[in-house]
């Protein structure tokens, strides 16, 4: 007794490639069909649909290669071997992904099946776009517009100020909080903003709006810095009172205790310091200061003497007379100061202030060629 069963439908997956084509993953136009491969070729090509296989066919022609991948399928196997070889979007010269069925023209009178396809189309259009276009396109795209005088006026100022959405959110209310542009991101920025020139009212409204929104921020951070600083402050004098800022345990310390005995011991036996400061690598000021503070503290008394030194001696007052009689007579200052061995300023304290305590008055030799 006979079926009267139908036997099921045989499908194929076929590859339509050109010759240079190797990948059928990633080039080419993946398809499926019940009919065979040579009704299906003759349907592409009466087609008259604009797509992007057509517009291939239309262009190599008889330069195309249908290759079958895969026969004696039931329709599940090829829709899901269809959906490997074009898991999405514009893949090679298919412009849907695959493992899709084809639909009449009542599937999209369905908002449900509207809204599918508009997905569908919109993320496809972004994809074909990423791959065509460029960002620096787009710039330049852009600028042209904004430079057209129309166009700028009725745009210029409609989401300035309050009419931002965004106006007025800072950190987590602001919704791109929390973003962080790639390396990339940011170098392509860069670049589209180098060379730009700020008028001064727009730099200035720059500068008012970031005071503003920092304003907090600085007034917090200037008092932790006031904080720290006296922070600072205390710790350091609890160093120096108990002694850990003091001597050759100070961090820039050029001498040793040692070398500060030898110091105090050397100034108390009359040497002055210059000669002292000559043997250690700090100056006069350095010298004296271990003498008068660290010397006292550390057993050895400070005694404020005159150095043993040419350079700094007690001139006795036969020698005052003399230079101040000299003087009186028309050497100038600088010839005494050469032959005594003296500086400039004392010839001048001596003729000026010795010497008329003495008895010798002092006449300016100016004067004295003026006969006044």
């Given at each position: 007794m006979g079926s009267d069963a139908e036997p099921p439908t045989v499908f194929s997956l076929y590859w339509a490639r050109l010759p240079s084509h190797i990948d059928p993953y990633a080039e080419g136009y993946i398809g499926i069909t019940s009919v065979g491969l040579k009704e299906r070729k003759k349907a592409h090509f009466k087609s008259k649909k604009r797509h992007h296989f057509k517009n291939a066919l239309n262009k190599y022609k008889s330069k195309v290669i249908w290759e079958l991948l895969h026969e004696g399928l039931s329709q599940a196997e090829a829709l899901r071997l269809e959906g490997e070889y074009r898991p999405r979007n514009n893949i090679g010269w298919n412009s849907i992904q695959g493992g899709l069925l084809g639909v009449s023209a009542d599937w999209y009178g369905d908002d449900a099946n509207s809204e599918v396809h508009r997905l569908r189309t919109a993320e496809a259009t972004k994809i074909a776009i990423a791959q065509k276009d460029t960002p620096e396109a787009r710039s330049r795209r852009a600028k042209d517009i904004w430079d057209r005088p129309k166009y700028r006026e009725k745009r210029e100022g409609m989401f300035a100020g309050e009419n931002n959405p965004q106006f007025?959110?800072?950190?987590?209310?602001?919704?791109?909080?929390?973003?962080?542009?790639?390396?990339?991101?940011?170098?392509?920025?860069?670049?589209?903003?180098?060379?730009?020139?700020?008028?001064?009212?727009?730099?200035?409204?720059?500068?008012?709006?970031?005071?503003?929104?920092?304003?907090?921020?600085?007034?917090?951070?200037?008092?932790?810095?006031?904080?720290?600083?006296?922070?600072?402050?205390?710790?350091?004098?609890?160093?120096?009172?108990?002694?850990?800022?003091?001597?050759?345990?100070?961090?820039?310390?050029?001498?040793?205790?040692?070398?500060?005995?030898?110091?105090?011991?050397?100034?108390?036996?009359?040497?002055?310091?210059?000669?002292?400061?000559?043997?250690?690598?700090?100056?006069?000021?350095?010298?004296?200061?271990?003498?008068?503070?660290?010397?006292?503290?550390?057993?050895?008394?400070?005694?404020?003497?005159?150095?043993?030194?040419?350079?700094?001696?007690v001139t006795p007052d036969e020698i005052k007379r003399e230079i101040c009689n000299k003087y009186a007579e028309g050497q100038t200052a600088i010839s005494l100061a050469e032959e005594y061995n003296l500086s400039v300023s004392m010839i001048y304290r001596y003729i000026a202030e010795w010497g008329p305590d003495n008895g010798i008055p002092y006449v300016r030799q100016g004067r004295r060629a003026a006969g006044v």
């Open positions: 007025g959110k800072y950190g987590a209310e602001h919704p791109a909080w929390g973003h962080r542009k790639t390396e990339e991101v940011r170098r392509a920025i860069s670049e589209a903003n180098r060379g730009k020139s700020l008028s001064p009212e727009t730099r200035a409204k720059l500068s008012k709006a970031r005071v503003e929104k920092y304003a907090d921020q600085k007034a917090a951070r200037l008092a932790r810095l006031e904080k720290e600083r006296e922070q600072k402050k205390i710790h350091r004098k609890e160093l120096k009172r108990s002694g850990k800022l003091m001597g050759e345990v100070a961090g820039p310390s050029k001498v040793s205790d040692d070398d500060r005995r030898k110091i105090c011991t050397r100034r108390r036996n009359g040497e002055t310091y210059l000669a002292i400061s000559k043997d250690y690598p700090i100056g006069l000021t350095g010298i004296r200061a271990i003498c008068e503070a660290w010397g006292p503290r550390n057993g050895i008394p400070f005694e404020r003497k005159i150095g043993a030194s040419e350079l700094k001696k």
